[in-house]
Nanobody
Framework: QLQAFGGGLVQAGGSLRLSCAAS????????MGWFRQAPGKQREFVAV????????YYADSAKGRFSISRDNAKKTVHLQMNSLKPEDTAVYYC???????????????WGQGTLVTVSS
């Protein structure tokens, strides 16, 4: 199971840190990704981190503003979001996968989402 938390309401330009806690799977063997789905839009890839934490990959919309990290001992993955914009408003999901790098779709395990609202 994956459980995401940390969403909330923030003003444009502000920051939020999302977290995702994993249980019931060999966390250290999975790439961990973040996705988001804005109202009326399809779910989109945001960022992914390799099982070791040594490699990361970001969507263009996240580059330079978001940072993904993980703690395999605590079975958690984080998404630090800075310089938030109203267009970052979405439900954010964490997901786990194993496969060719970088995995940007077709994830095997999904958590429930956490809502991020950025006000202008």
């Amino acid at each position: 199971q994956l459980q995401a938390f940390g969403g909330g309401l923030v003003q444009a330009g502000g920051s939020l840190r999302l977290s995702c806690a994993a249980s019931g799977l060999p966390f250290g063997s999975y790439e961990m990704g973040w996705f988001r789905q804005a109202p009326g839009k399809q779910r989109e890839f945001v960022a992914v981190i390799s099982w070791s934490g040594k490699s990361t990959y970001y969507a263009d919309s996240a580059k330079g503003r978001f940072s993904i990290s993980r703690d395999n001992a605590k079975k958690t993955v984080h998404l630090q979001m800075n310089s938030l914009k109203p267009e970052d408003t979405a439900v954010y999901y964490c997901a786990a996968d194993q496969g060719p790098w970088p995995p940007t779709s077709g994830y095997k395990y999904w958590g429930q989402g956490t809502l991020v609202t950025v006000s202008s």
